[in-house]
């Protein structure tokens, strides 16, 4: 009579564990939504004293000076950007049927992680490290636009798409792109309105007294006008790859007086400079240097997407722009020393 193989007799431990994991990851999203407190709940959010719940934000603002701001807030923004609604149409900003269609995906999708606010704070978000983005003030990191600039549609498309590597954003390359555009405009959607509601609370605290909302909502939609809103590409195409550009980037790189690149990321590039334990993000989380000798880069790691990042910088973090410090060739120069880096 044969025996059963260690393999069969493992099977229910395999079984066992690979449930246990899907619990693990999957349970925050399958909790009942009505049992949560959409701006709460959240003991991770307890590390940043910036990344203050909004509703909370609010109640503090009512606490001192009592000037009825959470009602005005919510009359102004509904007024504005209640879908459908007529105002919300003359923005021209949005397809308001994509809009639609993209929170149906999103509440399916997203929600979990990023909120029904989009801020960044749904019932997984406390098991997650980076926390998933906040959309409200309309910061992003991943964008091909200048720095401090709103995103394209196509940088939120890139990200739906692929995900972004070494974080917990999967990618969602098997919907279709229809309703990955959906989702993009639905996001864009929840970044405006939010940044509008963001605006008024933070000009209140500023001023002391409730901001003129057309004001406000002047100062946001200009912001996301597409016709303001240029991808930045490399002015030269990139320099063939040789010894000597590889040298200049590392002369860049450790240059003290120069960009001085090593400070941060260390002088072989693995995240361990001097400087690497004292940042943190917009949002008052920690954050810390990127390993580049991993070669794992989220905003893309094709020279263009190196070159992007080094030149317009990271919104949201302490990474700057260098593309007033530095020529097109010697950026070019420090893509080859960086691609060099995982190499070695």
Sequence with gaps: MSQPSDAAGNAPIVVLFWAGAALLFFGPFLRDPSGLDPEGDDPGRLLSETDIPF????????????????????????????????????????????????????????????????????????????????????????????????????DLFQTVTRGLSGASMPGYRLLSEEL???????????????????????????????????????????RWRPADLKAVYPPVPELDRSAETVARGRELFTDTGGANCAACHGPEGRGDGPSAAEFEDAWGYTIVPRDLTRGVFRAGSEPADLYRSISTGINGTPMPSYAASFSPEDLWSLVHFVQSLREE
């Design 55 to 154: 509703a909370e934000d609010v109640a503090n603002f009512e606490e001192e000076h009592q000037l009825g701001l959470g009602a005005a807030i919510a009359g102004e923004s509904g007024a504005r950007f209640e879908l459908g609604s007529q105002r919300l149409l003359e923005t021209g900003l949005f397809d308001v049927e994509r809009v639609i269609a993209g929170r149906s995906a999103y509440e399916r999708h997203c929600i979990g992680c990023h909120g029904s606010s989009g801020d960044g704070a749904g019932p997984a978000a406390r098991h997650l490290s980076p926390r998933p983005r906040n959309f409200r003030g309309g910061v992003f990191k991943f964008t091909s636009t200048a720095t401090g600039s709103s995103p394209l549609p196509r």
């Design 180 to 222: 990955r555009w959906d989702l993009v405009e639905y996001v864009r959607y929840l970044a405006v309105r939010g940044s509008f509601e963001q605006l008024m609370l933070d000009l209140a605290w500023e001023e002391e007294e409730i901001p003129d909302a057309d004001e406000v909502a002047g100062i946001v939609l200009e």
